[in-house]
């Protein structure tokens, strides 16, 4: 009986979300000083009662798996060679949900809106990720048990630390907030930022051993090699999107040279994760289906917005994130662009969009918002970014990012491979523009510059 | 005229074979003949003679002439022929990159080779493909499908035999370093020959046929020695080459930041199945016969990749497991296929120089030339899963693999050959691997992959028993007791039984133990061997697997090329590409023509798109400005089966791609005739004979 469980599980939190409400608003309304230490006992009585909560939320998670294990929707990998880590085999039953789910994905996305569905390699070249960035940044921080070897990533040490400082009934109000914070910001944390709160978490969990320090970068991306001389170096993708990128150009032509198009890949994605956990949320081989939408920069308007202005959905801007004690709210997504939470209208109508594929598949709006990326959350060129955001018994678990990336990935390939990944826009009328035309005199320039001269020349040169 | 490669003859290799003889006697009598004029010239014969002379010389040169251009004929048009083949290659290519069916993967960085993208039009015709596989095989055969990583750890592929045997053999170019497949080279360096070399002998050119047929066999030795002979040097360079070695064709990486787990990318999807066979067999509720099926992709680190699509380094398979008692490979389905007649090649055939001819599937089933009956069903279904695509039944042969061509476990092996501008290609293996794959992963992992059948009545059998008397064993061997032990225990009835005879006659035995590489002396009171009946009420048994493994993009490649043409322009000036794709396949299967820019032809195109999606047909709408003949050229291209032309408010035409045959149907009738023929509800046929005919003299380019 799922549902009495799942209902125990939402009135529990509920109850919790509740006492921390009313701390804030007691404290707001600067109550006599007795009432105020009044309240901010409750949240220290209730404290063992999340415990309580958390091992529900085991319990149940454990029934879950192994009915899927008995079953075979879905189970490790070679278990008979005691299997790998983070990898999964889908049983009959498991494949046919994928298919299903595929199925309607196509169905909501590439044939409503008349997506091209394109399918490229998983086989990468290392110049493409050179260029997205995927080989200098594609990281997570390791530690590595000095003792047995083993590898651990730093930022879930440090989060589990965090959660267990938490637990601790005689920190202040003020260092449970700080512990917050550190928890829900902490995979975005560099190496230096982690150093703060490192010195707390020296030692392994389970065997206590003493960690390597500082923590070192260790790409995800499973590297290998073409053909027989091993120097030609190849990575499995992390992603689906940079095959659409290299070959917008053709993509482009294809639809007629007119915007906007929207190109789509459904595809298996590979990440070498340090050490997978959170069973079937974490994995190292999975399936991504992702949408790359080409819209004029000027004009991202939606001519369909309409379509999901009405819909109303658990949103959680950003400036609600960063006051405590604030909940996703119910907002209408209309509005969300209207006021600016959401940065243009093409974003949100993706947003609404996925919320009615989602809640289509049987996911429940009550556990489904949409958290808005905090600032130091997103990319330097992403200018607006939603995540829909899933509840479940590990908590909130991101399920898709609906990211608007400008013009960053375009601009990276046209820069590195040399080949223009540009669109073009016939004028009603044609407009006068100043070219600054140097024609450098190559006789003159070359005695003085000699070996520099082509570099000279075509600085000169200048639109 | 249109482009189309008519079926093959199969090379006369006798009318060849005379022809060099031939020619290599016209070579000589002109050589002959040219000498005699030298000779009469330097003895100041007299005019006339030396006129007389010439005048031969010059018929035997035409005559030489004649053979040499029948025997060229013969080998453009044979099998070892090319010219025509890639001239077609070339047309279909460039159709195929132009309209997007693929595209080199990454190439505004140069790409790598061997790898492609699925653009959208190719996408969709996989989709379809994958789609039309799924019902025919999973649905039908109500088989499981499953889904397993492609990144595997290397223990797996330890058992299944790749990491040591899944090679190629190579070549290196010894200045610069470029390799290259030794196979290739040689084969390239005999049929250049055989096709371009007019002057070589016949005998010369039948060793190379020999060379070109045994060659797969050969070892790293052999190859290497008939590179030396033939003075085969590196392609570009000219450079000498190294002696072959083998490479591993398996893309290795490392599973986790440590380094220690080496894992590879799946060179096929079977393993995955084969390792969790004893899951699906109780999901199965513990009976045979079953079968599993994945569709995934797989990836070969070829050496250097040629022959376009059809050798890749990452592609698409789709594989069946299917699971049989090894006594009893009988079909209950067999008879839905035993009357198929069809294009097959068996062994004997090969051997003796024939061709391929059409067999009844149920006679080669019975006079044991397939191997048995679950084996000749799978081919019965795979022929009818290819012609239904479009695939030409009579470019598709079955060829049995000879005994060198198969694993020394396989019962039988046959191949679905498709014909295609590159020569016959295998496209779908279809092979009886008896029990080799879940045995060698019983072995490996200590997990038994078996199965059970219970008896309806108790069965009394003979039961060998060897027990070590562990206590004198000891004491004899001391520490290499365990090794003793194990193999007297691993002794099969007929090697127990000598020598039980032997230490009840002589009291002692010499016993070979390969774990400890020497005999030991076993005496009379170190073991007890003898037989016990006892009752089994259920026999435990390894299952055989009959393994139809399809190459998906092979299929493809070999459909377009099945499926392209060529007909003139209406001015007759140019020729006009044509994909015939069947409606079950194509990418697109409708577009829709306002004939004219016209707001309210748009209006009708615009409801008559809504209706065909709301039906589930992918259709396109052009509205481009573009003369109507223009836009069909463009949509026969694409192989666009159908065409709906809006030329009115009331009633539009539907014409048919390859008869360019167009019927009137009023507005609501449209969307259903063309979901009904899509589907394969009514055909063309019945479209034509139930609907008014339209002309339309001026439509077409």
Request: charged content about 25%; hydrophobic content about 35%; some cysteine.
């Amino acid at each position: 009986m799922d549902a009495p469980e799942q209902s125990f599980l939402r009135e529990k939190s509920l109850a919790v979300e509740d006492q921390e409400l009313a701390v804030g608003t007691l404290e707001d309304s600067h109550a006599a000083k007795p009432e105020t230490n009044a309240a901010i006992e409750l949240p220290n009585k209730s404290k063992p009662e999340k415990s309580a909560v958390e091992k529900d939320r085991e319990d149940f998670r454990e029934a879950v798996v192994k009915t899927l294990d008995r079953l075979l929707f879905v189970h490790k990998s070679f278990d008979i060679y005691h299997g790998v880590a983070g990898l999964y085999d889908f049983g009959p039953h498991g494949r046919t949900v994928e298919l299903n789910i595929l199925s309607l994905w196509r169905k909501c996305f590439v044939d409503e809106e008349d997506m091209m569905e394109v399918a490229c390699t998983a086989l990468t070249p290392e110049a493409v990720f050179n260029a997205s960035g995927h080989v200098k940044k594609f990281t997570d921080l390791m530690v590595k048990d000095e003792v047995d070897g083993a590898f651990h990533r730093a930022d879930h040490l440090v989060k589990s630390y965090c959660e267990n400082r938490k637990k601790d009934p005689t920190i202040s109000a003020e260092n449970a907030a700080e512990l917050d914070k550190v928890i829900a910001h902490v995979e975005d944390l560099s190496a230096e930022e982690l150093g703060g709160v490192w010195n707390h978490c020296s030692t392994a969990p389970v065997t206590k051993n003493p960690l390597s320090h500082p923590p070192r970068p260790f790409n995800l991306m499973f590297q290998t090699s073409f053909g027989a001389s091993g120097s030609l170096i190849g990575y499995l993708r992390p992603e689906t999107a940079q095959g659409s990128f290299c070959n917008f150009k053709d993509y482009y032509n294809l639809n007629g040279r007119k915007l906007p198009f929207a190109v789509a890949q459904v595809g298996r994605v590979f990440r070498n994760e340090i050490s997978p956990r959170q069973g079937l949320l974490r994995t190292r081989e999975f399936t991504l289906a992702e949408i790359e939408h080409f819209v004029h920069p000027e004009h991202k308007s939606h001519s369909k917005f309409s379509d999901v202005a009405k819909l109303e959905l658990l949103m959680f801007p950003r400036e609600e994130q960063e006051k405590p004690g604030q909940f996703a709210k119910r907002l209408c997504l209309g509005e969300a662009v209207a006021k600016g939470h959401v940065n243009s209208e093409t974003l949100g109508f993706f947003i609404g969009r996925v919320y009615l594929f989602l809640i289509r598949l049987g996911i429940d709006k009550e556990r489904l918002r949409f958290r808005h990326h905090l600032a130091n959350e997103m990319a330097h060129y992403a200018t607006d970014c939603w995540d829909a955001e899933i509840e479940c018994s590990y908590g909130w678990i991101e399920c898709v990012g609906i990211a608007d990336r400008s013009d960053y990935d375009l601009r990276a390939h046209s820069e590195k491979s040399g080949h223009a990944l540009v669109a073009q826009e016939k004028l009603a009328e044609p407009i006068e523009v100043e070219k600054l035309a140097i024609t450098p005199e190559m006789k003159e320039l070359g005695p003085a510059f000699k070996g520099n001269q082509k570099n000279v020349v075509e600085a000169l040169e200048v639109d | 005229n249109p482009i189309s490669i008519a079926p093959i003859q199969i090379p006369m290799d006798a009318t060849e074979q005379s022809l060099r003889q031939s020619l290599s006697e016209k070579s000589s009598s002109v050589e002959a003949q040219g000498n005699a004029v030298r000779a009469l010239k330097a003895s100041r014969a007299a005019k006339p003679e030396i006129d007389a002379a010439i005048e031969q010389l010059n018929k035997l040169k035409l005559e030489k002439s004649t053979v040499e251009k029948e025997l060229q004929s013969i080998i453009s048009s044979s099998g070892n022929g090319s010219l025509n083949r890639e001239a077609f290659r070339k047309a279909v290519v460039n159709t195929l990159e132009r309209r997007l069916f693929y595209i080199p993967s990454f190439k505004i960085y140069s790409g790598v080779a061997g790898l492609f993208d699925y653009g959208p039009p190719g996408c969709a015709i996989k989709s379809n493909v994958l789609s039309f596989w799924r019902q025919h095989f999973i649905l039908e055969e109500n088989m499981l499908e499953v889904d397993c990583p492609c990144v595997t750890p290397e223990v797996v592929l330890k058992a299944s035999g790749h990491v040591d045997k899944f090679t190629d053999l190579m070549v290196k170019d010894e200045k610069t370093g470029t390799c290259y497949r030794a196979d290739h080279l040689l084969k390239d360096y005999c049929t250049e020959k055989l096709e371009k070399d007019l002057t070589i002998s016949a005998e010369k050119a039948a060793e190379l046929k020999d060379v070109l047929a045994v060659m797969e066999d050969f070892s790293p030795e052999q190859l290497g020695a008939k590179i030396r002979e033939y003075g085969i040097t590196a392609p570009d360079t000219k450079n000498p080459l190294s002696d072959p070695y083998p490479f591993n064709l398996m893309f290795q990486t490392s599973i986790g930041p440590s380094g220690l787990i080496p894992g590879y990318m799946r060179p096929e999807t079977a393993q995955g199945i084969f390792v969790n066979f004893k899951d699906l067999y109780y999901y199965n509720g513990k009976k045979l016969p079953f079968a599993a099926a994945q569709i995934g992709q797989a990836f070969r680190n070829e050496i250097s990749p040629r022959q376009g699509l059809l050798r890749v380094r990452e592609f698409t398979l789709a594989e069946i497991e299917h699971f049989v008692d090894p006594e009893n490979k009988s079909h209950p389905k067999f008879s839905d296929v035993a009357k198929l007649e069809f294009l097959m090649f068996p062994r004997e055939e090969q051997m003796s120089g024939q061709s391929a001819k059409k067999l009844c599937l149920g006679e080669a089933v019975a006079k044991g030339t397939v191997n048995n009956e679950t084996l000749g069903y799978f081919i019965g279904r795979v022929y009818l899963f290819l012609t239904r695509l479009g695939i030409d039944k009579e470019r598709l042969r079955f060829r049995q693999h000879l005994a060198n061509e198969m694993a020394h476990y396989a019962a039988d092996c046959w191949d679905a050959e498709i014909e295609s501008s590159y020569g016959w290609i295998e496209c779908v293996g279809i092979a009886d691997r008896s029990a080799y794959d879940l045995r060698a992963h019983s072995d490996k992992s200590g997990t038994p992959l078996v199965a059970e059948e219970k008896f309806a009545e108790p069965k009394e059998v003979e039961k060998l028993v060897i027990t070590p008397v562990k206590k004198e064993l000891g004491l004899a061997f001391k520490g290499n007791q365990k090794n003793v032990v194990e193999s007297l225990e691993a002794m099969n009835e007929e090697e127990a039984m000598e020598m039980k005879a032997t230490l009840e006659s002589k009291g002692e035995v010499e016993f070979y133990v390969c774990t400890l590489k020497k005999s030991v002396n076993i005496k009379k009171n170190m073991v007890s061997i003898s037989k016990e009946k006892k009752k089994e009420h259920q026999r435990v048994f390894t299952p055989s697997v009959i393994e139809p493994s399809f190459g998906i993009g092979r299929i493809i490649y070999c459909l377009y090329e099945h499926c392209f043409s060529t007909r003139p322009s209406k001015a007759g000036d140019e020729q006009l590409n044509l994909f015939r794709f069947p409606p079950l396949v194509a990418p697109i299967k409708c577009t829709v023509f306002p004939l004219v820019q016209n707001q309210q032809f748009e209006e009708v195109a615009k409801v008559i798109s809504k209706e065909l999606a709301s039906v589930g047909i992918s259709h396109k709408i052009d509205i481009t400005g573009t003369s109507i003949g223009k836009r069909y050229a463009r949509t026969d291209e694409l192989g666009v089966p159908f065409a709906i032309t809006v030329d009115s408010d009331t009633s539009v035409t539907i014409r048919e791609r390859d008869s360019k045959d167009q019927v009137r149907v009023t507005l609501k009738e449209a969307a259903s005739v063309v979901s009904s023929v899509s589907e394969g509800k009514m055909t063309w046929q019945d479209v034509w004979a139930t609907f008014p005919h339209h002309s339309s003299a001026a439509a077409d380019e």
